[in-house]
T-cell receptor
Framework: QKEVEQNSGPLSVPEGAIASLNCTYSDRGSQSFFWYRQYSGKSPELIMFIYSNGDKEDGRFTAQLNKASQYVSLLIRDSQPSDSATYLCAVTAGITQGGSEKLVFGKGTKLTVNP | DADVTQTPRNRITKTGKRIMLECSQTKGHDRMYWYRQDPGLGLRLIYYSFDVKDINKGEISDGYSVSRQAQAKFSLSLESAIPNQTALYFC???????????FGPGTRLTVL
């Protein structure tokens, strides 16, 4: 059973601080890694993806991938109250001729940014 | 207009009733997925489809069935609803060349 583990939180940071969210995965064959943001009662929204080891930056967000350690992280710089949400880590599982078969999601980390 | 739509958005029904949840997309994606989300359990895959003739079971398919009527439409049915099927249901799509999935707004289903 492919697994994706996240600290459920809640993670609480002050406004303007760096929020660090972590994720580990069990399947060494996973190729692609995603971070989704989900506000309460709403659908998951893709905010970052990363395919290669190292860092990928997009605005205030940085995704970090270490395939050897099977570890993915998301850093949010200058955290804002509007960043308060649950963050879902997702990794690909199953390889077909057309690419990965599906995503396996972690249970999410709830982030609260305090003004 | 939203790229992925789900109907109904909210539904309350009784044990034993047949329920159909519908998903439509205008993104032109080949792949479509049905998930349910429960507090503390995260998103769990029910069924997925790579094209009109392809249906695959996910990790929790028991009690559910699906129909892929067209590339743009994927329906989820509960033949005889039970209270533990009360959950938030999401449809998602992805393109054949990408792994990213895009979610619909969700259907909140309550089975009494």
């Amino acid at each position: 059973q492919k697994e994706v583990e996240q600290n459920s939180g809640p993670l609480s940071v002050p406004e303007g601080a760096i929020a660090s969210l972590n994720c580990t995965y069990s399947d060494r064959g996973s190729q692609s890694f995603f971070w989704y943001r989900q506000y309460s009662g709403k659908s998951p929204e893709l905010i970052m993806f990363i395919y290669s080891n190292g860092d990928k930056e997009d605005g205030r967000f940085t995704a970090q991938l270490n395939k050897a350690s099977q570890y993915v992280s998301l850093l949010i710089r200058d955290s804002q109250p509007s960043d308060s949400a649950t963050y879902l880590c997702a990794v690909t599982a199953g390889i077909t001729q057309g690419g990965s078969e599906k995503l396996v999601f972690g249970k999410g980390t709830k982030l609260t940014v305090n003004p | 207009d939203a790229d992925v739509t789900q109907t109904p958005r909210n539904r309350i029904t009784k044990t034993g009733k047949r329920i159909m949840l519908e998903c439509s997309q205008t993104k032109g994606h080949d792949r479509m997925y049905w998930y349910r989300q429960d507090p503390g359990l995260g998103l769990r895959l029910i069924y997925y489809s790579f094209d009109v003739k392809d249906i695959n079971k996910g990790e929790i398919s028991d009690g559910y069935s699906v129909s892929r009527q067209a590339q743009a439409k994927f329906s989820l049915s509960l033949e005889s609803a039970i209270p533990n099927q009360t959950a938030l249901y999401f449809c998602a799509t992805s393109d054949l060349s990408m792994d990213e999935q895009f979610f619909g707004p969700g259907t909140r289903l309550t089975v009494l």
